[in-house]
T-cell receptor
Framework: AQSVTQPDIHITVSEGASLELRCNYS??????LFWYVQSPGQGLQLLLK??????LVQGIKGFEAEFKRSQSSFNLRKPSVHWSDAAEYFC??????????FGTGTSLTVIP | DAGVTQSPTHLIKTRGQHVTLRCSPI?????VSWYQQVLGQGPQFIFQ???????GRGNFPDRFSARQFPNYSSELNVNALLLGDSALYLC?????????????FGSGTRLTVV
């Protein structure tokens, strides 16, 4: 069965510190992997996606993610966090029957 | 360019009532998907439509239905509302029928059932 696990419900980092959000997936074939960000009361914005090829993908807002097939992981990273990065982050995998599976999200708090 | 637009933004309904949510995709996008996001959870897939045909259905009861119109806009209908239907309903559009290039999401409709 397809699923996504985001082990960290909530993470707090200091502004300027580095960030890594974890994502593990279960998928029967080569996955399409995505990271989305959601600000309070808003829809989801696509940060980056992985299909194939280079396992390190770059996204918007200075984010990057690394696909590790052996670990079934697709962790999101940012070298230096800004206060505006505070939001909810969702990892997604798919498609299966045109359906994408989202994790339960990681809430990021940035402290000055 | 307008993004994905959803209406209404907020809605309060009573148990047993019916609700219709509307979505207009990005111009040129022919696929619309609907997701339900319960507070504190990730989005759950409800439906996907491409070229006016249903291409996918999630694990939701028959009280949930949807359709896509010739201009690619879409409606999500929910009958006999339950308290558990309270959620943020997200519409997402994509260029192709499979969404593999990623979705563009609307800001959602916040449905509260009382």
């Amino acid at each position: 069965a397809q699923s996504v696990t985001q082990p960290d419900i909530h993470i707090t980092v200091s502004e300027g510190a580095s960030l890594e959000l974890r994502c593990n997936y279960s998928y029967g074939a080569t996955p399409y992997l995505f990271w989305y960000v959601q600000s309070p009361g808003q829809g989801l914005q696509l940060l980056l996606k992985y299909f194939s090829g280079d396992t390190l993908v770059q996204g918007i807002k200075g984010f990057e993610a690394e696909f590790k097939r052996s670990q079934s992981s697709f962790n999101l990273r940012k070298p230096s966090v800004h206060w505006s990065d505070a939001a909810e982050y969702f990892c997604a995998v798919g498609p299966t029957g045109n359906q994408f599976y989202f994790g339960t999200g990681t809430s990021l708090t940035v402290i000055p | 360019d307008a993004g994905v637009t959803q209406s209404p933004t907020h809605l309060i309904k009573t148990r047993g009532q019916h609700v219709t949510l509307r979505c207009s995709p990005i111009s040129g996008h022919k696929s619309v998907s609907w997701y339900q996001q319960v507070l504190g959870q990730g989005p759950q897939f409800i439906f996907q439509y491409y070229e006016k045909e249903e291409r996918g259905r999630g694990n939701f009861p028959d009280r949930f239905s949807a359709r896509q119109f010739p201009n690619y806009s879409s409606e999500l209908n929910v009958n006999a509302l339950l308290l558990g239907d309270s959620a943020l309903y997200l519409c997402a559009s994509s260029l192709g029928g499979d969404g593999i290039y990623g979705y563009t999401f609307g800001s959602g409709t916040r449905l509260t059932v009382v």
